[in-house]
């Protein structure tokens, strides 16, 4: 987790974490009211704006793409909130 120690004020904008089960944690979060999100949805490298890159093979990219997952993050979550979000992820299996 980040540091913070309360002192001055943050906004975080993502709270990005990595599983294998991303799908699967998706869907559980989703069933038990989380909303997440997947913030960057085409890898880099298979981006418009990006053509001579889509027929490289880039493992890593790829794998981590697959698993990332942003879960709920802002100034405005209430402790018991954030206590709820932990308490779902935490009972995952």
Known sequence: LP???GSQNH??????IRTEKRDDLQNYLAENGIQTQI???IPPH????????HQLSFPITEK?????????ISPVMTDE???????????WT
């Not at 298979?46 to 890159?53: D, M, V, Y």
């Not at 981590?64 to 709920?72: G, I």
């Not at 909130?81 to 009972?91: P, R």
């Open 3 to 5: 540091f913070y120690d």
């Open 11 to 16: 906004v975080f904008h993502l709270f990005v």
């Open 39 to 41: 913030h960057y949805p």
């Open 46 to 53: 298979r981006q418009k704006a990006l053509p001579q890159f």
């Open 64 to 72: 981590m793409h697959d698993e990332v997952l942003s879960l709920p």
């Open 81 to 91: 909130e954030i206590d709820f979000v932990v308490k779902i992820v935490n009972q």
